[in-house]
């Protein structure tokens, strides 16, 4: 929302990053979540402005962070994290990155929040990552070899052909 502001940091008097919070005029500021050691990122904010999703280094999964008591939930279901991630305008699933541990290509998921249901979304030889999906959730677009594509999207699937939109990015 347009009150308060989600960051990561690092904190050298304790070797360890902490997702905070703060209000847009500066006050209120409050940690989250922090870990020693462990990289702490952000990768999106639900639509509903309850949860984040975050990426702890050495975890690979994707964690569930509530922003109103600070409780997170591992989703051990969406494994080999890739670095992208982005709820559905309707906060139900989550698009990712995950990357396949023998191939170490990536390829382009959607499972529940709850961690159910991963499936692929964009899966093949090639090298595809999430760059993100259009403001109506209508559209996923991602790259595939180094080209920036766009596939229509609905009911967590895809609907329509994926398409070039730009090539050599």
């Not at 304790?14 to 990122?41: C, M, N, P, W």
Request: aromatic share 4%; hydrophobic share 35%; net charge negative.
């Amino acid at each position: 929302d347009s009150r308060r502001l989600l960051y990561s940091s690092s904190h050298d008097d304790e070797k360890g990053f902490a997702i905070q919070e703060v209000q847009t005029d500066g006050t209120g500021r409050r940690v989250l979540a922090a870990r020693h050691s462990d990289y702490l990122g952000l990768l999106d904010w639900s639509p509903d402005g309850q949860h984040v999703l975050l990426r702890m280094r050495g975890q690979e999964s994707a964690v569930l962070l509530s922003l109103a008591d600070g409780t997170h939930r591992a989703l051990p279901t969406v494994a080999n994290l890739g670095g992208r991630a982005a709820f559905t305008p309707d906060g139900h699933h989550m698009i990712y990155d995950r990357t396949d541990s023998k191939t170490e290509m990536t390829d382009i998921h959607i499972a529940g929040v709850d961690g159910t249901g991963d499936r692929p979304l964009i899966a093949s030889p090639a090298e595809e990552g999430l760059v993100g999906l259009s403001p109506d959730g209508g559209s996923l677009i991602f790259t595939k070899d180094g080209h920036l594509w766009l596939a229509g999207l609905a009911e967590g699937s895809i609907r329509t052909s994926p398409r070039l939109i730009k090539g050599g990015v």
